[in-house]
């Protein structure tokens, strides 16, 4: 699989392994899974993996860590996210969780960006992953917390990068104007964006990917399908967008997008992954996975050829903006 060079030297491959399902994101996932979806990817070429406290209260962590323990620990690229606190819950062991994991809730989460916050979490996180470094850690979800994210968290950050404790800073947010504020004020080495720049969504083209290519900060785009709506060849009533049901509007778009896509002898989830992987800001492509299964199927998806003409067609049909459809690489 081909990489990415980040600023700083990190090798991205330009698909990498989500792993918010091993927390069991929405419904339980084994542990045979996760070991299996991660095996996968590496006899796929895939060698980045993405986790978070987040995702299942640690769960994920410890999951992927097990996992890659099996592997030379110089070979692949680990990141995951500061913000979130795992901190006991006491009576919490018989209750579900109250996000979107199905775990329990012996553990709760702090939002927390101040410097020593981050510091803990990195600890934390190292502790559960079972590895004395981090290569990539982003600051996760910061929307309500920009001030303390920029005063503190990222300097934070910053200071571990410059004493080789981790080896890049970031943000991972579903938005993209204080991740654009992140680019131009700090020294931020990449931003994971998700939802902003896919198929559907081309709003980071106004702000954060121009200043990213100025300042030299590497994309790492998430939620490419935007949550399942273009994850599928023929999107159905029911098929979420940004993890809500989809309005009726969108749907028509995409299977409009995906019958253009036929014409070329592209899926529209096909097309999803080559449109992104166009603009040069982008730096890497991760993509949620439960199963072996699934990560076979993501990069099978990405392997596939996609003709440029597609991109000018979805223009000339009013799918894609003029800008969006100019060869970019």
């Known amino acids: 699989m081909k990489q990415r060079t980040t600023r700083g030297g990190i090798r991205l491959s330009e698909i990498g392994l989500g792993t918010a399902q091993f927390g069991n994101l929405y419904r339980e996932t084994t542990d045979a899974e996760a070991a299996g979806a991660v095996e996968e990817a590496w006899a796929r070429g895939i060698r980045y993996f993405d986790t978070a406290p987040h995702y299942g209260l640690g769960l994920s962590e410890r999951r992927l860590g097990e996992a ?29 969780d109250d996000d979107i994991f199905e775990v329990n809730a012996a553990t709760r989460r702090r939002w927390d960006f101040s410097a020593d916050g981050v510091r803990r979490s990195i600890d934390d996180s190292l502790e559960r992953l079972g590895f004395d470094r981090i290569d990539i850690v982003y600051l ?16 934070a950050l910053v200071k571990l990068r410059d004493e080789g404790v981790i080896g890049a800073v970031g943000a991972g947010m579903n938005q993209s104007a204080l991740p654009t504020e992140f680019v131009r004020r700090t020294d931020i080495d990449l931003i994971m964006l998700a939802g902003r720049y896919t198929l559907l969504d081309q709003g980071a ?29 023929h999107p159905q009533p029911g098929a979420t ?89």
Do not use: C, M
Not at 78 to 93: A, D, I, Q, Y
Not at 140 to 155: F, L, M, S, Y
Not at 269 to 279: E, G
């Open 68 to 96: 890659l323990r099996q592997h030379p620990r110089d070979e692949y690229v680990l990141s995951t996210k500061v913000g979130r606190l795992l901190e006991p819950n006491p009576g919490g062991e018989n209750q579900r």
């Open 140 to 155: 996760h979800d910061p929307d309500d917390h920009g001030r303390q994210a920029i005063d503190e968290a990222i300097p």
């Open 205 to 233: 083209s106004a702000d954060l990917l121009p200043a990213a290519l100025e300042r030299g900060v590497g994309i790492v785009l998430a939620g490419v399908y935007n949550s399942g709506l273009l994850a599928t060849e």
């Open 241 to 329: 967008f940004d993890y809500a049901e989809a309005p009726a509007s969108l749907i028509e778009r995409a299977n409009a997008i995906a019958a253009v896509a036929e014409r070329h002898g592209v899926t529209l989830p096909q097309a999803a992954i080559a449109f992104v992987l166009r603009h040069p800001a982008v730096v890497s492509v991760p993509i949620g996975a439960r199963t072996a299964r699934q990560v076979a199927s993501n990069v099978e998806r990405y392997d596939a050829p996609v003709p440029e003409d597609l991109w000018q067609d979805l223009t000339d049909e009013g799918l894609l903006p003029p800008d969006e459809t100019t060869p970019q690489n």
